[in-house]
T-cell receptor, first 112, second 113 residues
Framework: KQEVTQIPAALSVPEGENLVLNCSFT??????LQWFRQDPGKGLTSLLLIQSSQREQTSGRLNASLDKSSGRSTLYIAASQPGDSATYLCAVPLYNTDKLIFGTGTRLQVFP | DTAVSQTPKYLVTQMGNDKSIKCEQNLGHDTMYWYKQDSKKFLKIMFS???????INETVPNRFSPKSPDKAHLNLHINSLELGDSAVYFC????????????FGPGTRLLVL
């Protein structure tokens, strides 16, 4: 059974800091891993999708890494800004299905 | 030009009522999904449809019935609403394989009184 956990559950940092969000999954047989952002009262926005054959994926100030063998992914946010404040979710599809298993989320607050 | 849209955005109703939530995507995707986000913010899949056919049906009470009139629409009908149905319901779509990104709608906030 695939279980996805995220650490820390909440994070509060001053503007400008570089930070790392962690995601762990128990079953390494995954096709890909996806990072989402959810703003309060809003839907999810896809940030990055890393295929199982990739080690890294970058988009602007965001960099996501994937280590399948150890069941881990990290989302690195460079030079954080107050606009980055949101909940960040990682998700993996259950093997051979379209069913996304979501992590527990990290609630990030970046203060000026 | 919203990619995945849901209506209504908010829904407040009495226990025992029947209600529907609509979802439409204009991305030309083959697969659509319904997710439920509970009060603890945990997201869990409910249903998945591919080309109007049911693919995933999680352990969801049969009071919940998805309906896909065409590839671009996936509606969720809920009978005999219960207090525990209060949650945010998200619709999503993808091109249809596990390799593809899922795009989410803004959510429908359902409150059952």
């Amino acid at each position: 059974k695939q279980e996805v956990t995220q650490i820390p559950a909440a994070l509060s940092v001053p503007e400008g800091e570089n930070l790392v969000l962690n995601c762990s999954f128990t079953d390494s047989a995954i096709y890909n891993l996806q990072w989402f952002r959810q703003d309060p009262g809003k839907g999810l926005t896809s940030l990055l999708l890393i295929q199982s054959s990739q080690r890294e994926q970058t988009s602007g100030r965001l960099n996501a890494s994937l280590d399948k063998s150890s069941g881990r992914s990290t989302l690195y946010i460079a030079a954080s800004q107050p606009g980055d404040s949101a909940t960040y979710l990682c998700a993996v599809p259950l093997y051979n299905t379209d069913k996304l298993i979501f992590g527990t989320g990290t609630r990030l607050q970046v203060f000026p | 030009d919203t990619a995945v849209s849901q209506t209504p955005k908010y829904l407040v109703t009495q226990m025992g009522n029947d209600k529907s939530i609509k979802c439409e995507q204009n991305l030309g995707h083959d697969t659509m999904y319904w997710y439920k986000q509970d009060s603890k913010k945990f997201l869990k899949i409910m249903f998945s449809y591919n080309n109007k056919e049911l693919i995933i049906n999680e352990t969801v009470p049969n009071r919940f019935s998805p309906k896909s009139p065409d590839k671009a629409h996936l509606n969720l009908h809920i009978n005999s609403l219960e207090l525990g149905d209060s949650a945010v319901y998200f619709c999503a779509s993808s091109r249809g394989t596990t390799q593809e990104t899922q795009y989410f709608g803004p959510g429908t906030r359902l409150l059952v009184l």
